[in-house]
Each structure stands twice: as C-alpha cells, then as structure tokens.
C-alpha cells in the first residue's frame, strides 16, 4: 500500500487529505466562476467557418467510407471462419453501409437533376 504514513502526518512531514483539501478550497480553486471571458470572435461566426460544398462532403464521406471497410475487413479476416466475429463484423460495418446508401443517394439525386 501507498500514500502517506502515519506518523508522517504526526511528524508534521506530511498533511492529511482532509487538510490539503480545505488550503485547496480556501485558495479559490474549489470556487466556480460566475461568468467566463467572452472570446472577440465567436467560433459559431460565419468568419470562422471553412466553406465546403456538398460534392466536397460526399467525396470525403466516400473516401471515410472506403477506408473503414478496409480496416474493418483486416480487422476481421477471421469472420467466415467464426460466427461472433462474423457478427461484430457485422455491427462494426453499419455506419460504412449507411455511409453507401447516403452516396447511392446523393448520386442518384444528382443524376435526376
């Protein structure tokens, strides 16, 4: 076991966890701040945002996508072999498919414009 001893504390080398605590609270540490500095430009402005078209999204989502899968299948390469890593396969696999339908999607919707 560690931590402070004993006769440490009753020596005066070392404080109790009850001590220390009260010189933290007594210091201010403990005490919320009642109002936080505002920064000069918000981070939610229009000045601050990065401007992406939807064509940019889509094919870093496409990109995202291909990139999981791989990693998932190199991840998993015993799957036909064991049915519960076939099944987290599986589960790990949702956000990749519905990453495709989003693409499929999109791509068709381009196609009807």
């Not at 440490?8 to 403990?30: L, M, Q, T, Y």
């Not at 998993?76 to 049915?83: A, E, G, I, L, Q």
């Amino acid at each position: 076991m560690h931590g402070i001893a004993l006769g440490d504390i009753k020596a005066g080398g070392a404080k109790p966890p009850k001590a220390v605590a009260k010189e933290f609270v007594a210091a201010g540490a403990g005490k919320p701040q009642t109002k936080l500095p505002q920064p000069s430009t918000p981070a939610c402005s229009p000045r601050s945002r990065t401007s992406m078209n939807t064509a940019e999204v889509m094919e870093l989502l496409e990109e995202l996508a291909i990139d999981l899968a791989a990693e998932l299948d190199a991840r998993h390469r015993f799957r036909d072999c064991y049915p519960v890593i076939m099944r987290d396969y599986e589960r790990d696999m949702v956000p990749v498919r519905r990453a495709q339908a989003m693409l499929k999607r999109f791509k068709d919707a381009e196609v009807a414009d």
